[in-house]
């Protein structure tokens, strides 16, 4: 069975400071692992997918398949990145996706 | 850009009545997909949907449930016979494949 585990519920930081939400998995296969965010009163938004490598509003996630994470990071945390943050797992049937309990990111001026 | 969206916004029902949430993916979408978050909890997976039957579904998505995708563009949630723990937020969402799915705002329902 294939499981995402968030393990901070709440994380408060001030403006500036360095920001790392964590995120494990457990899946025997080859995931697909995303990071989606949804802001206040918002739908939830596709923020990072771990096969695109790319950077998002200054986010970065490395999947480390030793570890089996895909913790989400940013260097210098804006007050506009306060929102919830979900880690999900694809398990590349293209059936369904498994989240994680979410991350409420809360970024202090 | 082309969004899914969500039909009510918000539904309150008496317990045993039938509910229908509707979802309108985005247009040239295949693969379908409910899922809902209890308050407090995280997003469980009820049901995908793709080609016009079920591919799968969870445990959660029991008899009571059933979707249908009527008419080429809507697929909709129908609960039979509500109970106070169906209360929720229920978000429906599509992909192509290989690609993220995107997401609706989702329908808050309410059992009273």
């Known amino acids: 069975a294939q499981r995402v585990t968030q393990p901070e519920k709440l994380l408060s930081v001030f403006k500036g400071a360095p920001v790392e939400l964590k995120c494990n998995y457990s899946?025997?296969?080859?995931?697909?692992l995303f990071w989606y965010v949804q802001y206040s009163r918002q739908r939830l938004q596709l923020l990072l997918r771990?096969?695109s490598r790319e950077s998002i509003k200054g986010f970065t996630a490395d999947l480390n398949k030793g570890e089996t994470s895909f913790h989400l990071k940013k260097p210098f945390a804006q007050e506009e990145d306060s929102a919830m943050y979900y880690c999900a797992l694809d398990n590349n049937a293209g059936n369904m996706l498994t989240f994680g309990g979410g991350t409420r990111l809360m970024v202090k001026p | 850009e082309p969004e899914v969206t969500q039909t009510p916004s918000h539904q309150v029902t008496q317990m045993g009545q039938e509910v229908i949430l509707r979802c309108v993916p985005i247009?040239?979408?295949?693969?379908f997909y409910w899922y809902r978050q209890i308050l407090g909890q995280k997003v469980e997976f009820l049901v995908s949907f793709y080609n016009n039957e079920i591919s799968e579904k969870s445990e959660i998505f029991d008899d009571q449930f059933s979707v249908e995708r009527p008419d080429g563009s809507n697929f909709t949630l129908k609960i039979r016979s509500t109970k106070l723990e169906d209360s929720a937020m229920y978000f429906c969402a599509s992909t192509i494949l290989n690609q993220p799915q995107h997401f609706g705002d989702g329908t808050r329902l309410s059992i009273l």
């Open positions: 771990h096969i």
């Open positions: 247009s040239n979408h295949l693969y």
């Open positions: 899946y025997s296969g080859s995931p697909e």
